[in-house]
DNA sequence: AAGGCTTTTTGCAAACATTACAAAAAATGC
DNA sequence: GCATTTTTTGTAATGTTTGCAAAAAGCCTT
């Protein structure tokens, strides 16, 4: 293996940043559709090609900023995991709080749970592995309530990870209706009962002793 | 209402045509991203403009290919509901026939699961909206399914409309694991585990008397 | 602290999707 | 056959993305 070390070149966070921050502060003002890729660069003092560079697509740039939400999104999660609750109680609160992610971050919500694909370029791929994890960090928590559940023979002997993604990635499918241009669209009050009542029924399925 | 009427211009019918089958003869041969709008034009006989006016992006021609394929989505859901199984059976055989359209056409799936934005063209939209009414189309069976059980007895009381889509966007969360890009990515025996568990889990919750 | 090597940034050209618009072509209804 | 309307077409412009080569800047060794 030829892993030759180096200092970092300084020059690399320097640029990140100042796109991040150009970045971040740009959307305060303007939506992401009306904002170029050439603004963003001109407002950051670099080049466009520096971007592509970092993050491997304008959406990419967009996620490195939801990822650095992702700060946020543990605070809502903060919420819902006290000790204190039974692991059921958690869970629902826990889909209470992503929930609440979603209505606060629309726009971070859909980048990291559906992100988009990077093609080939390795920055954009480096990107989206850092949020998988960061989202996998996230579903740890869960995973932890469901195994404590099992443990106390609260829950359906199963495996808790496997518990946790399909709690998750369900969660996702549910929510996305909230964006859809269609008439299948979901708003706010419908998607809240919804996921509530979904929490409920899968609660109560976990409740229950396997047939 | 201004509602005069007139002939369909049969040139409207003919382009479309053209274009529809252009794409998916070329489509056969060459993956989406590497097939240009031009080159699809280009092989239907028609300006790159017509693609636009019928379908409001590249997106959406595909995406009427994929309406076009629901008949194909509507046969393997024909095998799921049949009436000699129990509500609780057919909901489990649609779930595995669901992942198995995915399975088989993954691209037409994505986009009837998760349509792409037609942003302000009223063809894109008119398209989604036409999407839409079959997706639901598809899940008025489910509705049927589980109305069924619910009258009998079988399943708690709820909105069958309600507890249809909870199962449906549910699934739709579940298999767009199998498309991630990352480290979260499911493969198709995965994704075939978890889903079965999933249903199994919720119809196990929809058994149980509500708490 | 100088020179060589590597990393990073930059600018530019080209490909592609998309939009807007105006002119051309073709259909309808009378 | 003619006036009106619909549809198609071509073109110019904007924005994202990729590839590439040159310039700039930093690291490391001596």
Redesign the interface.
Known sequence: MSTAKRQPDPRRAQTREALLQAAEAALRETPIDELSVAEIARQAGVAVTSIYNHFGSKAGLQAALAERAMDVDRQYMDRAYVDRRSPVEQLQSAAAEYLQFYLDYPDYFRLLA??P??GRNPAG?EL??Q???R??EQNARMVKALQQAIDAGLV?K?NAR??A??LW??????I??GW?????RKNEKQLR??VT??T?????????P??
Chains 1, 2 share one sequence.
């Not at 859809?180 to 299948?184: F, K």
């Not at 409920?200 to 229950?208: E, H, Q, S, Y």
């Open positions: 559906f992100p694909e990077p791929q989206n592995e949020i998988a994890r989202v996998d359906r199963a496997e518990l993604t399909i990635s369900a969660w996702n499918g549910m996305s209706l859809r241009a269609d008439g299948l009962k919804m009542l979904a409920d029924i899968i609660t109560a399925g976990l409740l229950k396997p047939g």
